[in-house]
């Protein structure tokens, strides 16, 4: 596909389960970042991948939270111990490094903690 | 922190009238301010992108403006359609490289009346 895809679309899971989020993002694109959008929180930045490094991982909420990212392209989020504040919507974006800021969004994982 | 803010945090108007949403952010050593649609269900689709040095961009019927001495961006519509509802996020990047995320309001959920 053209975009940026994640999967699954939907998640629902029972507190103290662990998850795991997909991201594919356009082919090409070196950067990777992925966003959190919780209910009256707007949208939170997480952490951004530059090929398969993320310098930076300090805007992850907790250390129950953990991503990485392989061969430059897909990444995954993992969510350990799954808490009812985990519940939100989980964007994934990329950006051809080589030129331009744009960040193209994906449809996001919205995910549900009982 | 680095703070963004949107007012209104919700609009509806009728159809074909021109509007205004506003954006403000806390720190002005910005290197971009993007505006970005968000339909329901759906990822973020950028609208339009601003640099640092730039006053304004156009794209269409949307025109938007940067005035970063005072820390405020517009986002003008004109002659608004049914199909331009939808929430509207501001996001600044304070560095480039794109090694810091994006930094959201919480966007204006507008409403176009038919």
């Known amino acids: 596909g053209a975009g940026v895809s994640q999967s699954p679309s939907n998640k629902v899971t029972e507190k103290g389960k662990d998850v795991e989020l997909r991201c594919d993002p356009i082919?090409?694109?070196?950067?990777l970042y992925w966003y959190r959008q919780s209910l009256g929180q707007g949208l939170e930045f997480l952490i951004y991948f530059q090929g398969n490094s993320a310098p930076d991982k300090s805007g992850l909420p907790s250390d129950r939270f953990s991503a990485e990212r392989t061969g430059g392209s897909v990444s995954t989020l993992t969510i350990q111990r799954t808490q009812q504040e985990d519940s939100a919507v989980y964007l994934c974006?990329?950006?051809?490094?080589?030129?331009?800021?744009?960040?193209?969004f994906g449809p996001g994982t919205r995910l549900l903690v009982l | 922190k680095q703070e963004v803010t949107q007012i209104p945090a919700a609009l509806s108007v009728p159809e074909g009238e021109n509007l205004v949403l506003n954006c403000s952010f806390t720190d002005s050593a910005i290197y971009n301010l993007q505006w970005f649609r968000q339909d329901p269900g759906k990822g973020l689709t950028s609208l339009l992108l601003i640099q640092s040095s730039q006053r304004e961009q156009t794209s269409g019927r949307l025109n938007a403006s940067l005035d970063k001495s005072s820390g405020r961006s517009t986002l003008y519509i004109a002659a608004s359609q049914p199909g331009d509802s939808a929430t509207y996020l501001c996001?600044?990047?304070?560095?480039?490289?794109?090694?810091?995320?994006?930094?959201f309001g919480k966007g204006t959920h507008l409403i176009i009346q038919p």
């Open positions: 996001a600044v990047l304070y560095s480039g490289g794109g090694a810091d995320g994006l930094t």
């Open positions: 082919s090409g694109h070196t950067a």
């Open positions: 974006a990329s950006r051809f490094a080589g030129g331009g800021e744009t960040q193209y």
